[in-house]
């Protein structure tokens, strides 16, 4: 039998934003309810977004346009409204572990980071630390599921695919705008 190739990924589309911390760029496709992101994080440069789409997703062709509905919401969180995000459509793949795991950290709640020991616990692995690690530096959509949430074990920054003074940022930024739990 020959191998059959997945169909070509839809076209896409990429905008960016001026933030803070940088310009933020996302890359985004065509799902049943309006737009899904596949990719976003703090570059101007698409070059810097594509390769961490999965080989599936990666869309043969990408038109920049001036803007998307989803900057609207990038904007709002950069503006102190760090909730946001929480329902912005998100499509990545990879195996059953970093999908669950990028589901995960969707739940970790703005201004409480936890640490990668925590986040593993979340996931139902405890002792899968360097697999929830791997979750966060596999994670094409940056923001949307907020890896910049997760800290080494020892309270550190750790690592950040796009730098760790945006890390830091967007922890001091939701520490001051998150709701405070009662």
Same mark, same amino acid.
Request: some cysteine.
């Given at each position: 039998?020959?191998?059959?190739? $997945?169909?070509?990924?839809?076209?896409? +589309?990429t905008?960016?934003?001026a933030?803070? $911390?940088?310009?933020?760029?996302?890359? &985004?496709?065509?799902?049943?309810?309006?737009?899904?992101?596949?990719?976003g994080? @703090?570059?101007?440069?698409?070059?810097?977004?594509?390769?961490? =789409?999965h080989p599936?997703?990666?869309?043969?062709? &990408?038109?920049a346009?001036? %803007?998307?509905?989803?900057?609207? &919401?990038?904007?709002?969180?950069?503006?102190?409204?760090v909730?946001?995000?929480?329902? =912005? *459509?998100?499509?990545?793949?990879?195996? $059953?572990?970093?999908?669950?795991? @990028?589901?995960?950290? +969707?739940?970790?709640?703005a201004?409480?980071?936890?640490?990668?020991?925590?986040? *593993?616990?979340?996931?139902?692995?405890?002792?899968? =630390? +360097?697999?929830?690690?791997?979750?966060?530096? +596999?994670?094409?959509?940056?923001?949307?599921?907020?890896?910049?949430? =997760?800290?080494g074990?020892?309270?550190?920054?750790?690592?950040?695919? %796009?730098?760790?003074?945006?890390?830091? %940022?967007?922890?001091?930024?939701?520490?001051?705008?998150? *709701?405070?739990?009662?």
């Amino acid at each position: 039998m020959t191998p059959t190739r $997945p169909p070509a990924a839809a076209p896409a +589309r990429t905008a960016t934003v001026a933030t803070p $911390p940088g310009p933020f760029t996302v890359v &985004v496709t065509d799902g049943p309810d309006g737009d899904v992101v596949l990719a976003g994080g @703090w570059t101007g440069d698409l070059g810097d977004l594509l390769p961490v =789409v999965h080989p599936s997703l990666r869309p043969e062709s &990408v038109a920049a346009v001036p %803007w998307l509905p989803v900057l609207d &919401v990038v904007e709002a969180f950069h503006s102190g409204e760090v909730g946001a995000i929480d329902e =912005v *459509a998100v499509r990545q793949r990879s195996g $059953p572990f970093l999908t669950e795991a @990028w589901e995960v950290l +969707r739940t970790v709640p703005a201004g409480r980071p936890d640490t990668y020991a925590a986040f *593993a616990a979340r996931c139902g692995r405890p002792a899968a =630390v +360097r697999a929830a690690a791997n979750a966060c530096a +596999r994670n094409a959509a940056a923001l949307f599921v907020p890896c910049h949430r =997760v800290l080494g074990s020892d309270g550190g920054l750790g690592g950040f695919r %796009w730098g760790t003074d945006v890390k830091r %940022w967007l922890l001091d930024h939701e520490a001051e705008h998150a *709701a405070v739990p009662v």
